[in-house]
């Protein structure tokens, strides 16, 4: 197991986010400073709009059609796996927050592979194995970034004597151990926590975060090298070519390659980007159909701000606009309808997928013999010293 270290772009940006944001109780409308929070307890912008998201069933912007169908799965959230296609629709379209939880862990597969795992106290079995010391000071090193002003977080989220730091240090050290492949990389400390938030049960959030990590993402996104994360985002500029040729063409022309700017989308899945209550409908989706939400999410934003990043010069000001618009939508609605709006198949992925690994192979191997010609030459030179 290792920790990575890969992500300097993302290391600087979480701890300026991480300082932007504050956490109160999630029944708190405003901080001490008289700040507005959000469902969970993040700071929402003054200039932001704000769809809100439904709570209840009889939410007035719910249809009587989604309320029935939410209403059947506060009896019994196994129908969410019985009607995949109705269930996907009325998660797209919103999950009262009351569900979010039972949402997540059965639409993940969770549920089920808690079911089937190895014992029945599989996580408790996790806590008492060793971790890699390499694992456990990154780990150490980044509880005390992880959400420092959330008042909801420090307290447990309800628990009584028990932080959230606690509950996160027994999560990733659960992770590091059940899957040593992977270990810890950063970025997942801010998943993990926000599941946890979300769902306030600490057996059921660690297994969303593994579904999630392990299933429902690309395996080598979060690995100890870098090759994961480029590759996804080779593949996010190669679907931009056909989904938005404008922007493509001018993030090149100001030589922007977004995962040198925006690496913290993919390895903080958005936490740290976009605002909790936005996140969270985001992730509803994620969580129900995997990986390809995501590429969906970010054309969306990219399309649904075109002018403002077709007025960016350089790739500074690339990077300050893309985290301000990211920070202020608030309005999860508009986004999800914009990213389901989009022709965007898996096929189309996978073979982006092929392509991109394929030159990734070919040019490892040019480099592989340019070195070994330069190391040739330079044995040919001395041995001519001789």
């Given at each position: 197991m290792f920790s990575c270290v890969r992500c300097a772009s993302a290391r600087g940006e979480n701890a300026s986010e991480g300082e932007a944001r504050g956490v109160s109780s999630p029944s708190s409308s405003f901080s001490s400073m008289g700040q507005s929070k959000d469902e969970y307890g993040f700071t929402i912008s003054p200039s932001a709009r704000h769809a809100g998201e439904p709570r209840m069933p009889a939410s007035p912007s719910m249809s009587a059609s989604d309320a029935r169908f939410w209403a059947r799965v506060r009896e019994d959230a196994s129908v969410l796996r019985e009607v995949g296609c109705v269930a996907k629709r009325a998660i797209r379209r919103g999950v009262p927050r009351d569900l979010r939880r039972d949402v997540w862990f059965e639409c993940s597969g969770a549920k089920e592979?808690?079911?089937?795992?190895?014992?029945?106290?599989?996580?408790?079995?996790?806590?008492?194995?060793?971790v890699d010391e390499k694992v456990t000071d990154q780990i150490e090193l980044d509880l005390a970034r992880t959400f420092p002003e959330n008042e909801n977080y420090e307290r447990g989220n309800g628990a009584a004597g028990e932080g959230g730091n606690d509950v996160l240090r027994r999560i990733l050290f659960a992770y590091a151990r059940h899957n040593r492949t992977t270990g810890y990389c950063q970025g997942m400390n801010y998943i993990a926590a926000f599941i946890w938030i979300v769902m306030g049960d600490e057996e059921r959030a660690f297994w969303t975060f593994t579904a999630l990590l392990d299933e429902l993402l690309p395996s080598d996104v979060h690995a100890s090298d870098i090759k994961g994360t480029i590759s996804q985002y080779k593949i996010l500029h190669k679907i931009l070519d056909t989904q938005a040729p404008k922007i493509a063409k001018h993030l090149r022309a100001v030589d922007v390659d977004l995962v040198m700017i925006a690496s913290k989308w993919l390895l903080c899945l958005f936490v740290?980007?976009?605002?909790?209550?936005?996140?969270?409908?985001?992730?509803d989706c994620v969580l129900a159909e995997g990986e390809k939400v995501w590429f969906r999410v970010v054309i969306a934003m990219l399309k649904l701000y075109e002018r403002e990043i077709l007025a960016c010069d350089n790739m500074p000001d690339v990077m300050v606009a893309l985290k301000e618009l990211y920070r202020h939508q608030t309005d999860a609605d508009e986004l999800l309808n914009a990213a389901f709006s989009l022709q965007l198949s898996k096929s189309t992925i996978l073979g982006h997928r092929a392509a991109v690994q394929r030159d990734m192979l070919e040019e490892a191997e040019r480099k592989a013999a340019a070195r070994a010609a330069a190391l040739s030459a330079i044995s040919n030179r001395d041995a001519k010293k001789r």
């Amino acid at each position: 197991m290792f920790s990575c270290v890969r992500c300097a772009s993302a290391r600087g940006e979480n701890a300026s986010e991480g300082e932007a944001r504050g956490v109160s109780s999630p029944s708190s409308s405003f901080s001490s400073m008289g700040q507005s929070k959000d469902e969970y307890g993040f700071t929402i912008s003054p200039s932001a709009r704000h769809a809100g998201e439904p709570r209840m069933p009889a939410s007035p912007s719910m249809s009587a059609s989604d309320a029935r169908f939410w209403a059947r799965v506060r009896e019994d959230a196994s129908v969410l796996r019985e009607v995949g296609c109705v269930a996907k629709r009325a998660i797209r379209r919103g999950v009262p927050r009351d569900l979010r939880r039972d949402v997540w862990f059965e639409c993940s597969g969770a549920k089920e592979m808690r079911e089937n795992a190895p014992s029945v106290a599989y996580y408790q079995n996790l806590l008492l194995m060793k971790v890699d010391e390499k694992v456990t000071d990154q780990i150490e090193l980044d509880l005390a970034r992880t959400f420092p002003e959330n008042e909801n977080y420090e307290r447990g989220n309800g628990a009584a004597g028990e932080g959230g730091n606690d509950v996160l240090r027994r999560i990733l050290f659960a992770y590091a151990r059940h899957n040593r492949t992977t270990g810890y990389c950063q970025g997942m400390n801010y998943i993990a926590a926000f599941i946890w938030i979300v769902m306030g049960d600490e057996e059921r959030a660690f297994w969303t975060f593994t579904a999630l990590l392990d299933e429902l993402l690309p395996s080598d996104v979060h690995a100890s090298d870098i090759k994961g994360t480029i590759s996804q985002y080779k593949i996010l500029h190669k679907i931009l070519d056909t989904q938005a040729p404008k922007i493509a063409k001018h993030l090149r022309a100001v030589d922007v390659d977004l995962v040198m700017i925006a690496s913290k989308w993919l390895l903080c899945l958005f936490v740290e980007s976009l605002p909790a209550s936005t996140t969270a409908r985001v992730l509803d989706c994620v969580l129900a159909e995997g990986e390809k939400v995501w590429f969906r999410v970010v054309i969306a934003m990219l399309k649904l701000y075109e002018r403002e990043i077709l007025a960016c010069d350089n790739m500074p000001d690339v990077m300050v606009a893309l985290k301000e618009l990211y920070r202020h939508q608030t309005d999860a609605d508009e986004l999800l309808n914009a990213a389901f709006s989009l022709q965007l198949s898996k096929s189309t992925i996978l073979g982006h997928r092929a392509a991109v690994q394929r030159d990734m192979l070919e040019e490892a191997e040019r480099k592989a013999a340019a070195r070994a010609a330069a190391l040739s030459a330079i044995s040919n030179r001395d041995a001519k010293k001789r």
